[in-house]
């Protein structure tokens, strides 16, 4: 049994391949997906998808890299489709210094975005939080190159009850125990097998068991070659895409790095999962 703690199954690049998609991860035998919307035009797509499989869990929010490009009435929208569908998560919502301070001007990512600043950043994954909180919603983050700006705000503000996902967790080992003291679980991505990602590997060494979750992100984050073990030809602007299927090889990686069989890391993800995510999450 698996289960994706986050992707993107709604992204317009996977959707020529979505109905292979669904039968390759049947197949395999995923049991849940959490697919996060990351600004208001993707909501109904998310939504949509929940209604069409009852494996997708839909989760809603505004991605740091989308925080400037809000509308005046997206907090209402929000707070909307979260009472509409009680089953749906928070997220994806955070904050992002690598867009503000090393991104290319040029990234393709980001090209047509208004890059809010750290402080607006801030102020909008403030009210998603306490939104999260007050609904009782469990919330998935987004950090990159701002773990200490993260910490001190989780330090200041109550976490939802049910706790939230940093999902692709690639903070420092040392801090792994204060967020978890916070709330938090780690989702571990397939990409950080790459050879070159051996301290976020040891990070994760270091995550509790029962705070451990596996997630694709896809269509980004691709797991190295050898490792891949379901495959999509690229977008048409040439961008390799990262297949659902390949949460295969993120198991497969965890249970190696924490030296468990793959059976015995389902089995306690399965519970983590269930216990953030609510009744009916697998």
Not at 169 to 175: I, K, T
Not at 214 to 227: I, S
Request: proline share 9%.
């Amino acid at each position: 049994m698996y289960l994706d703690a986050h992707n993107h199954l709604h992204d317009a690049t996977l959707r020529p391949h979505l109905g292979r998609i669904a039968g390759q991860l049947a197949r395999l035998g995923l049991k849940a997906a959490i697919v996060n919307g990351t600004c208001e035009d993707d909501w109904p797509a998310v939504s949509r998808l929940a209604r069409q499989h009852p494996w997708v869990r839909p989760s809603y929010g505004v991605h740091p890299w989308d925080a400037g490009n809000r509308s005046p009435a997206w907090m209402g929208r929000l707070r909307q489709i979260l009472l509409e569908e009680p089953g749906a998560a928070v997220g994806e919502i955070g904050i992002d210094r690598w867009m503000t301070d090393a991104a290319r001007p040029d990234d393709a990512r980001l090209l047509g975005l208004r890059r809010a600043p750290l402080t607006e950043q801030i102020e909008v994954f403030l009210e998603q939080y306490a939104l999260a909180r007050e609904l009782d919603r469990p919330a998935t983050l987004h950090c990159l190159q701002a773990w200490g700006a993260l910490d001190d705000l989780l330090r200041s503000n109550p976490a939802p009850a049910r706790g939230f996902l940093i999902h692709a967790y690639s903070g420092p080992r040392e801090m792994v125990r204060s967020f978890a003291e916070q709330g938090a679980y780690f989702s571990f991505n397939g990409g950080f097998l790459d050879p070159r990602k051996e301290a976020i590997r040891d990070a994760f060494r270091s995550v509790p068991a029962d705070r451990l979750l596996v997630e694709t992100d896809a269509p980004a984050m691709l797991p190295p070659t050898p490792w891949r073990t379901h495959r999509l030809p690229p977008a048409p602007d040439g961008t390799a895409l990262n297949h659902p299927g390949n949460i295969e090889a993120a198991y497969a990686g965890l249970a190696a790095l924490r030296g468990l069989p793959v059976a015995d890391l389902a089995a306690q993800v399965a519970t983590n999962f269930k216990r953030l995510f609510g009744a009916g999450a697998g």
